[in-house]
């Protein structure tokens, strides 16, 4: 079947898509759940007696309120573990414990990394998405704001050999919302930019930051954030997307 041959498979309003793009962290791969159940794994001997409350807690500080160290990753000023050592820090600093340098925090990050990658999942509705889209030949890829390797190794975990097309921040030099990083997937396709959707978590970078680049851009809401003044298409599961 060519490409975009069977678009019907998609929603209202999708019909001209020949090419999906996605984002992986949070939107294909439940990293947030890999990510906190990893730390509760490896803190558990520095924070023992902490409660569930408390461990979410854990986790949303580490998650969500120091994303801003990734942010310097990105800009080239830390490297992938010192950031991932600042947020752990910084998390448990939140409940009085300070990782030492040297050995421990080699070890602390070290046994993270490990646990994270054996907590990798997809979300449930992204098989029943790329089921339909091998069914009605449209092709599909990832575009995402970490490295190549690092992501490939990510999608394997998580069953999804099946997305070869993977375009990471090294392919192109640049991260999101830069227009490149996103037209290349949209190269890599075979599409145009006109007519490939982008799917992602971060209302910012995913829809916003691709729709300036040309393409359909698509907030993945799953759980249902409010957005005053956000005009932009949003689904809160990725079936949404299916007709």
């Known amino acids: 079947m060519n490409a975009g041959a069977g678009s019907g498979v998609l929603a ?32 558990e001997h520095l924070l023992p007696g902490l409660d569930d409350a408390s461990w979410e807690r854990f986790g949303r500080i580490f998650t969500r309120e120091t994303t801003h160290f990734y942010d310097r990753y990105l800009a080239g000023e830390l490297t992938f573990n010192e950031q991932r050592l600042l947020r752990g820090r910084a998390a448990l600093g939140h409940f009085g414990v300070e990782l030492e340098e040297g050995e421990q925090a080699h070890h602390w990050v070290s046994s993270y990394a490990s646990r994270q990658h054996s907590y990798i999942r997809p979300f449930d509705d992204v098989g029943p ?33 099946r997305i070869r097309v993977l375009v990471g921040t090294d392919t192109v030099g640049v991260p999101k919302p830069d227009p490149a990083i996103y037209l290349e997937g949209v190269r ?6 006109g007519e490939t959707l982008y799917v992602g978590d971060n209302r910012l970078l995913d829809a916003e930051g691709s729709t300036a680049a040309g393409l359909l851009g698509v907030w993945l809401n799953r759980g249902g ?19």
């Open 225 to 243: 954030d409010p957005a005053p003044g956000f005009a932009g298409r949003e689904v809160t599961t990725l079936l949404e997307l299916l007709g």
């Open 188 to 193: 890599r396709l075979g599409t145009g930019a």
């Open 12 to 43: 209202a309003g999708l019909d001209g898509i020949r090419g999906v793009l996605f984002d992986i962290d949070d939107t294909l791969v439940d990293l947030e759940f890999a990510m906190t159940a990893a730390l509760r794994d490896v803190s």
């Open 129 to 161: 998405l790329l089921d339909a889209l091998d069914f009605a030949g449209i092709p599909y890829g990832a575009v995402s704001n970490n490295v190549h390797d690092y992501q490939r190794v990510k999608l394997d975990a998580a069953g999804l050999e």
